[in-house]
């Protein structure tokens, strides 16, 4: 095979000419022509698709492409100004039917046109660059029969006549409004916009112009919200039923910007049942109605977050202010938690959790809390009063919940070291009298406090419960060494760590000789086994129990505190004792003392003494005896038991130096911190730094940080830039 030689081969034309019949063309034409008048007319049946197929075929193979093309535009014009006639004709509701129908007519005739000139379509067209059949069609049908000047008018009022029919309650037929929606969009975005989509937005936006004009003169804010958000629904509906799904943004635009948008401030405001009322009322269907459709138009949700702030803030500072409501420490702060639970709620079903509205509720509450100084000492207050009685008998997961309500209270506050002087009172009160209700409550909510603020703020706090266990275990060393105590009065001694418990001035007071003795034996006993340390008395924290005998037999047992004790057991060895007698032999301080003998002179049914003159205050010219008629339901009588009340204005005074005086050395450790790993600052930049750093204890006022900076300026901590006075340089 690879020897043979290789033949090449060639394809001549043929010797004679092959001559076309002249009138091949128009017979052809003729033929197909006659097919698509028989389509139109639906007589398709008797007609051979292949043979008609295979003339076209032939035409446009032989470069009659440009006759055929031009014939069919010409055929299929002439057909759809019939159908325009036809449809031009139809009458009332039959006009939209007819339209529709020869609509479906045509797509068919075109999809069989579209068959038999397939091939013209495939090559002819594309070199061409002529339109192609089908879209061709589409064409002559928009310019013939839609954009006819009988049809076009009458074809948009019509179907914006139907849309305001279904607005005002009426049935239309939504089947035939698709299909004529679809038919436009077939036709091509633009002719559905321009034909019908930009007419039905302007038509719309003024129909809802109207109707809420209409609404928001009769109806209260509640329900206009209701009848808006129902024309929104349905006017999405109406697009998920017979419109372009892209007009469903447009249309509800149109309804958001008429409905809402232009009467946002008008709804909000509205007299008796706006935004306010709403909130005053708890109506959380219409608030979170009034959220989800304020949403959805620019700053309607800041301007909902404006007035419920701006409420808030009103609210809460009447609150705070209010002389009445401050005269109950627990009923105050239970009022703040119970307004935090309201807005809590509200955010929570109404606003859907909104991480804004959450920070505006946080910012108002932290705004007005702070407005009353005393919102520190009276969350204190209230903590002391679950911690005593108020959480008996609830259960582990409800203290939790009261406890964690406190910290969020606890959080809002600027000034946390003076809740922390308070709450170290008030706990020292608790753990001293035993009135706890929980060990496990007071712990849960100092490791609370730890991990808000830190060990510093707490370790003070973990050393009293520290102290008290020590005190338990030294008791029990105590009368094991002595166990001929066991028959006479018992002692039960707390030794406190100074710097962990609230400092007191230390006032002494004249014991009972037994009382005295018995203190000398732990004294000694104490010092013997504790090498370096000093004891004094706290005679003004203590209590005791003593048993009593009256008039009539009656005995009792009566929980007095070490004062109450001193003077009672005076009248062990006399009857009668004037006020100087009693001071003279008990050394108690002149207020204490008064306080002590109103508490058991002039409290109705724990009146163990009697005094004369009768009267309300205590006096130097009274005198005191026992009162024999004495009775009681009860065994055992408390009076005047160690309750945390409200500090009186002096006491707030000192309480409030105190802490001052303890904020200076933290200001400076501040400082010194601050300015060792800047090396220099100036004062503006230091006062920031140094305010944020101590904001999680307390908001440093700028006057205390510079007299702290001139303090360690004289004691050559930092000193003043030579040429510029305002900047500081650390010194090593």
Same mark, same amino acid.
Request: proline share 2%; net charge neutral; with cysteine.
């Given at each position: 095979?690879?020897?043979?030689? #290789? ?37 398709? =049946? ?9 003339? @076209?075929?032939? &035409? ?15 055929? &299929? ?89 279904? $607005? ?60 808006? %958000? ?5 006017? &999405? ?11 469903? +943004? ?32 708890? #109506?959380?269907?219409?608030? =979170? ?26 609210? *809460? !500072? ?26 809590? !709620? ?30 520190? %000492? ?23 919940? /009261? ?12 000034? +946390? ?50 102290? &008290? ?7 029990? *060393? ?13 002692? /039960? ?12 001035? =230390? ?23 504790? /090498? ?90 009274? @005198? ?11 065994? #055992? ?23 001052? %005086? ?34 999680? $204890? ?35």
């Amino acid at each position: 095979m690879s020897n043979q030689k #290789k033949r090449n081969f060639q394809i001549e034309a043929f010797k004679h000419r092959v001559v076309m019949d002249p009138k091949y063309a128009d017979k052809t034409w003729k033929i197909l022509e006659h097919a698509i008048h028989e389509i139109y007319n639906h007589n398709a =049946s008797g007609l051979s698709f292949e043979e008609l197929y295979r003339n @076209a075929y032939n &035409m446009v193979l032989h470069k009659f492409g440009e006759k055929l093309y031009s014939g069919l535009v010409a055929t &299929m014009t002439g057909h759809l100004k019939d159908i325009a006639q036809s449809v031009e004709a139809a009458q009332g509701g039959s006009f939209l039917e007819e339209l529709n129908r020869k609509w479906n007519d045509h797509n068919k005739a075109l999809q069989m046109i579209r068959d038999i000139l397939m091939y013209m379509d495939r090559t002819y067209i594309p070199s061409t660059q002529k339109t192609p059949v089908h879209e061709l069609g589409l064409n002559l049908w928009k310019e013939n029969v839609i954009y006819s000047s009988q049809i076009r008018t009458r074809l948009l009022n019509t179907l914006l006549e139907l849309v305001h029919s279904e $607005r005002t309650a009426e049935v239309i037929d939504r089947g035939i409004m698709r299909n004529i929606t679809k038919m436009l969009m077939d036709l091509g975005p633009s002719v559905y916009g321009q034909e019908f989509e930009t007419h039905f937005l302007q038509v719309s936006a003024e129909f809802y112009r109207v109707e809420s004009q209409k609404f928001i003169e009769c109806c209260d804010c509640g329900d206009y919200l209701k009848k808006a %958000e129902r024309r929104l629904n349905e006017e &999405m509906e109406r697009v998920s039923h017979y419109l372009d799904s892209r007009t469903e +943004k447009k249309i509800t635009n149109v309804v958001e910007k008429e409905m809402i948008e232009n009467h946002m401030l008008r709804l909000i405001h509205m007299e008796n049942s706006g935004l306010v009322h709403m909130l005053c009322d708890d #109506k959380y269907e219409d608030l =979170s109605r009034m959220y989800n459709l304020f949403r959805r138009v620019t700053d309607g949700l800041s301007k909902v977050r404006e007035v419920m702030t701006s409420h808030m803030r009103e609210s *809460g !500072k009447q609150l705070v202010t209010d002389p009445e409501r401050l005269k109950d420490p627990v009923e105050y702060v239970q009022r703040l938690l119970d307004e935090k639970d309201k807005y809590d !709620k509200i955010i929570n079903l109404a606003f859907n959790n909104d991480k804004s509205f959450q920070n505006a509720l946080n910012s108002s509450f932290e705004y007005f809390i702070n407005l009353n100084p005393r919102s520190p %000492e009276f969350i204190s207050l209230f903590v002391d009063d679950k911690l005593r009685k108020g959480l008996k008998g609830v259960s582990e997961d409800d203290v939790e919940v /009261t406890l964690d309500k406190v910290m969020m209270l606890f959080r809002y506050l600027q000034e +946390k070291d003076v809740f922390e002087k308070y709450y170290k009172q008030h706990l020292a009160k608790r753990l001293l009298s035993g009135k706890t209700v929980s060990d496990d409550a007071e712990r849960s909510l100092i490791v609370k406090l730890k991990t808000e603020c830190g060990y510093q703020f707490t370790s003070k706090l973990e050393g009293m419960f520290t102290d &008290m266990k020590t005190s338990q275990d030294t008791m029990q *060393g105590f009368y094991g060494c002595h166990p001929e105590l066991s028959d006479g009065p018992t002692l /039960t001694v707390q030794v406190l760590t100074t710097g962990s418990w609230p400092t007191q001035s =230390s006032v002494t007071c004249n014991l009972p000789a037994e009382m005295s003795a018995l203190c000398e034996k732990f004294r000694s006993y104490y010092l013997g086994t504790h /090498t370096g340390r000093r004891l004094s008395w706290q005679t003004n924290m203590g209590t005791a129990d003593l048993k009593a005998t009256f008039g009539k037999g009656q005995k009792h047992e009566l929980n007095v505190s070490t004062y109450q004790m001193c003077v009672l057991m005076l009248f062990n060895n006399a009857d009668r004792l004037s006020y100087k007698e009693i001071e003279q032999a008990t050394e108690i301080p002149a207020s204490d003392l008064k306080r002590c003998l109103q508490s058991l002179a002039l409290v109705k049914g724990r009146n163990v003494l009697r005094k004369e003159p009768m009267g309300k205050e205590i006096v130097e010219d009274d @005198a005191f005896f026992v009162n024999d008629k004495f009775s009681s339901k009860l065994y #055992k009588v408390k009076i005047g038991t160690v309750v945390a009340q409200k500090e009186s204005e002096p006491e707030k005074q000192e309480t409030r130096q105190r802490v001052e %005086e303890d904020r200076k050395p933290q200001i400076e450790a501040a400082i010194v911190r601050i300015m060792k790993s800047r090396k220099q600052l100036d004062h503006n930049n230091l006062i920031a730094e140094v305010t944020k750093q101590l904001q999680s $204890r307390f908001l440093a006022n700028p006057t205390e940080v510079k007299k702290r900076i001139e303090s360690l300026i004289e004691r050559d901590f930092l000193e003043r830039d030579g040429s510029d006075r305002r900047l500081y340089r650390y010194l090593a």
